[in-house]
């Protein structure tokens, strides 16, 4: 029930009790009224029967005397009190007017006749006297007749004072019972009004009111210092404090469901700026391990327990490899055809092993654990794929934010592609179209490189030029030429290995830069150039042309000569090769001669 309801009854009950009350009070007042009125009456009509009967006696003893003494002055009493007669009908009159009962107005008449006899006897008896009949008059007065009819008086005012005294006592014990009763009901009821007041006071105020308020307190301070951990306590009242509750229990959950919004928009905006801070690190790669490295430190960050891998398609785009991994994956292939990947055949991102309603990738096993495959596209065309594992088997990775995953694919994608691109623009710039080998342009950066470089290292340069290179060319076509260069340029790039670098110096002049290695090793690399080219045979369009031959010329540094010179003395030392016979290796050493070593 509600409190105002309470309230209201409370009020009401309040009000009916001291509308009784003071009716109880009232209606005692009245019965006091009435005991009053009847002790009055009581006492008037004592007063009454009291006048009768002292007035009948006081006649009768001034007449007594008057007969017996003879003197004048109770003859004057006894014609004084002659007058009786009259007050006795006041009496009478007084007592009709009181509303005595008839029984008791019969007796009060009978009185008054009793009197009026009583008064002829006596008026006789003076008369007697007066006529000188004494004897006469006493026998009147002392007779039985006059004593006949004074004690019928005295006992009439008797019975009259009794039957009085009877009605107007019973009167009175009424009143009392009445005036005490309604009184005893009156205190009842305040007492009843004065306990429903204390009971709405302990009730309402108390355990309806104070103390839910009291524990509301510390509620409400809680909330107000946003801590939405405790537990509202239950309330099934339906009241203001009900109400009340209900509204603290809304507050609550209104203020868990801002915080969750609030840290999902907290985790939303640090998966952004994860995001972003990757995006401008993919940015700023230079190499493809670079961008692996990125991508295992954030990717993580940005699907926390979620394992992963990043493939990169091989350039025949017909193979994935692994470049990098997170959280250690273990349930797909390091490197696998990319016709094993349902994404990359779709082009979209592909879940596999989620309630086992869609066909799973080939490059997973068997173990029914979750995996999202992302593909990456650059330009329309697959470039890698992002894969996503949770070995809980909860399909965490394939319910992300499909915005994020979208993002971050396509920006890994484009950072692949403009790393490949990178590499291809810096291969042109720094290696032969035709081929393969580093450009003359890189040879004199490499050069510069050595010049500036102040450590004693050793640096042998070879000077290679393709024998009767024109001819070859005017006989089977600048083609044909072009696939010599091609054919050499690998030969010599496969000899070399590491033990230097190849650049193509111009036209069908090659050189190769080895360095820490001494002047015996570098003459032995020059021959092993020469006779690997001269033995490998030559085919054009399915005929055995050749055999080729080169002329090798070799020079040294700092011992030979400085740096600045190396190309001048090796290139001096080819064209010494080239006057004394073509097919040949010469070395310009600085010992005082050109040493010349011919191999055939």
């Not at 928009?265 to 493809?288: F, G, N």
Request: aromatic share 6%; net charge negative.
């Amino acid at each position: 029930m509600r409190i105002t309801t309470i309230t209201n009854w409370a009020y009401g009950i309040t009000v009916v009790l001291t509308v009784l009350s003071a009716a109880a009070f009232i209606l005692s007042a009245r019965s006091a009224t009435q005991e009053r009125q009847a002790i009055e009456q009581h006492l008037l009509l004592n007063s009454l029967g009291e006048e009768l009967a002292l007035g009948a006696e006081e006649t009768t003893d001034e007449a007594r005397l008057y007969v017996m003494r003879g003197e004048a002055r109770h003859l004057d009493a006894f014609t004084v009190d002659e007058g009786e007669e009259r007050r006795r009908d006041a009496t009478v009159g007084t007592l009709r007017g009181l509303g005595v009962p008839d029984r008791e107005l019969q007796v009060v008449e009978q009185v008054a006749v009793n009197a009026e006899a009583l008064d002829k006897i006596e008026e006789a008896a003076v008369a007697f006297y007066r006529g000188g009949n004494q004897t006469g008059a006493r026998d009147t007065l002392f007779g039985p007749e006059h004593e006949r009819v004074q004690t019928a008086l005295l006992d009439a005012v008797t019975q009259f004072r009794a039957l009085a005294t009877a009605r107007t006592e019973a009167a009175m014990r009424n009143a009392q019972a009445r005036s005490d009763l309604w009184a005893d009901i009156a205190k009842v009821i305040l007492a009843l009004t004065a306990a429903v007041f204390l009971a709405v006071l302990y009730f309402v105020l108390r355990r309806r009111v104070a103390i839910p308020l009291m524990r509301m307190t510390g509620i409400v301070n809680r909330l107000a210092k946003q801590d939405f951990t405790f537990e509202v306590p239950p309330d099934r009242r339906r009241d203001e404090i009900g109400e009340m509750n209900d509204a603290i229990q809304i507050f609550r959950e209104n203020g868990l469901e801002r915080n969750r919004l609030d840290d999902e928009r907290k985790q939303d905006q640090r998966t952004k700026d994860l995001i972003l801070q990757m995006m401008h690190r993919l940015q700023a790669c230079y190499a493809q391990n670079e961008l692996a490295e990125v991508v295992a430190l954030f990717v993580p960050q940005i699907f926390p327990g979620i394992a992963g891998c990043l493939y990169t398609m091989n350039e025949s785009r017909t193979a994935l490899a692994e470049v990098s991994r997170w959280l250690d994956p273990a349930h797909t292939q390091p490197s696998f055809p990319a016709a094993a990947c349902w994404g990359l055949r779709r082009g979209r991102p592909h879940v596999s092993h989620v309630a086992d309603n869609d066909i799973p990738c080939q490059h997973l096993d068997d173990s029914g654990v979750p995996g999202l495959c992302v593909p990456l596209t650059a330009l329309g065309e697959a470039i890698g794929l992002l894969y996503f594992e949770d070995r809980s088997k909860d399909a965490t990775a394939a319910d992300a934010p499909r915005l994020y995953l979208e993002l971050i694919a396509e920006n890994i994608g484009l950072a692949i592609a403009n790393l490949r691109l990178r590499d291809k623009l810096m291969s042109l710039a720094v290696r032969d179209a035709l081929t393969g080998l580093f450009n003359r342009r890189s040879l004199d950066e490499a050069l510069n490189n050595l010049h500036r470089d102040k450590s004693a290292r050793t640096v042998v340069c070879i000077m290679i030029d393709i024998d009767h290179f024109k001819r070859f060319n005017d006989e089977f076509g600048h083609d044909a030429g072009d696939e010599v260069l091609r054919h050499v340029a690998q030969i010599v790039s496969d000899t070399v290995g590491a033990a230097g670098t190849a650049y193509r110096f111009g036209g069908e002049e090659l050189t190769v830069i080895a360095t820490d290695i001494a002047d015996e090793e570098g003459f032995g690399l020059a021959e092993k150039l020469r006779t690997s080219v001269f033995t490998t045979p030559f085919s054009y369009r399915g005929r055995i042309v050749g055999p080729l031959s080169i002329s090798v010329g070799i020079a040294s540094s700092p011992v030979s000569g400085p740096t600045t010179t190396l190309i001048n003395r090796a290139d001096g030392a080819l064209l010494q090769a080239k006057l004394s016979g073509r097919n040949r290796t010469v070395a310009a050493f600085a010992m005082g001669a050109e040493e010349e070593l011919k191999r055939g």
